[in-house]
């Protein structure tokens, strides 16, 4: 047993109707040394555990800290639902509950309530049907915290981040200008030196166009607008390869030659992380203030209410959130992060 608080993590269970209540009840069975804080309705959960077949303790929380957690306990910040759910039925009764949660966790990790939050998979459309505009977890936590964010996808293997994130194909081109390439870039410099601790962060670029425009003859945003603005960044001592060819960047020569890839559009090179490391794949949020993982997945509504869903994803994020907690305390000691601050995560290694 410790005598060090253990780090508070809130965790939202997502769209009710599908599968996230039931992860979140797998991932307060494992051994990681976290305070888990579901914040979602009380009763989902226990519904959730009955589903699944799992005995589960649940602690209404208080905020005081914890230097143990038994396998099966979890900590609750009570949100109520609009309407109970039924599995892998999304009902926009709910839209307001769930939104509600995720301002609990980013508000929570701005007052330094938790020291990080990781969230399961919600259900987009349902939230648009009750007339709430909202495109993603990220949007609404760049929103939320007035920041400017990058999307990033992490496996144990490979990083790949996003110029563009949930844009139709057509366009792509457009939103893709030298300024918005710099912005990313700074962006995902500064979060692979300052939260991942890579000294000299080597980033590989991918082209727009196939064999990244063939010199000017497949299409000319490489020569008009992603060279000037990759040249820029390298007087300043940036470490830029590319534009690469998307289709050869991801082969072994290749990726020993950078630490992440910045790709221009949502389908260029995620599927080869999927493909990959599915079940290892973390969602982050860079450019927030506070620490954000999720899933790679989404509610599975064929899966819920069965009980069979693999948690892997959600452990993999919460481990991801808690190396990054411990990361940060190390390089910034003295940087107040309150109530959610814990020290001696024995988390799993994850990049």
């Known amino acids: 047993m ?25 991932l307060a069975a494992s051994s990681l040394a976290a305070n888990f804080v579901a914040i979602t309705d009380r009763d989902l959960l226990l519904r959730a555990a009955a589903r699944c077949g799992a005995s589960i303790e649940l602690i209404e929380d208080d905020g005081a800290p914890l230097r143990q ?36 966790a980013a508000d929570g990790c701005a007052a330094g309530r938790y020291a990080a939050v990781v969230t399961a998979p919600l259900q987009k459309s349902s939230i648009n049907d009750a007339g709430i505009p909202f495109s993603g977890h990220t949007e609404f936590f760049a929103g939320r915290a007035h920041a400017d964010v990058v999307m990033m996808l992490a496996s144990p293997e490979l990083r790949v981040a996003l110029a563009t994130t949930h844009l139709p194909l057509a366009s792509v081109p457009a939103a893709i200008t030298q300024e918005s390439l710099e912005r990313v870039l700074r962006i995902v410099h500064r979060e692979l030196r300052d939260t991942f601790g890579l000294a000299e962060p080597r980033i590989g670029v991918l082209g727009l166009n196939p064999h990244a425009g063939e010199g000017g003859h497949l299409g000319r945003e490489e020569i008009d607008t992603m060279i000037p603005a990759l040249d820029r960044l390298r007087r300043e001592g940036m470490q830029l390869l590319g534009p690469l060819p998307a289709d050869t960047a991801f082969v072994p020569a290749q990726r020993e030659r950078y630490d992440a890839v910045l790709a221009m559009y949502h389908d260029q090179a995620l599927p080869v992380l999927k493909s990959e490391a599915f079940d290892r794949t973390v969602n982050l949020t860079l450019g927030l203030p506070f620490i954000r993982t999720s899933v790679d997945h989404g509610t599975a509504l064929d899966l819920a209410g069965t009980g069979r ?13 808690l190396d990054l907690v411990a990361r940060r305390a190390t390089r910034s000691p003295s940087s107040p992060r309150g109530a959610g601050r814990g020290e001696g995560s024995t988390s799993q290694g994850l990049p």
């Not at 609750?76 to 307001?96: I, K, M, S, W």
């Not at 869903?309 to 959130?321: F, H, R, Y």
């Open 309 to 321: 869903g693999d948690p892997s994803s959600l452990i993999a994020a919460a481990t991801m959130a």
């Open 2 to 26: 410790t005598n060090l608080a253990l780090p508070r993590l809130a965790v939202t269970a997502g769209e009710p109707a599908g599968i996230g209540p039931e992860l979140l009840i797998r």
């Open 69 to 104: 957690r038994r396998a099966g306990q979890l900590c609750v910040r009570h949100v109520a639902l609009g309407t109970r759910e039924t599995p892998g039925q999304p009902d926009p009764r709910n839209a307001a509950h769930v939104l509600a949660t995720l301002a609990e």
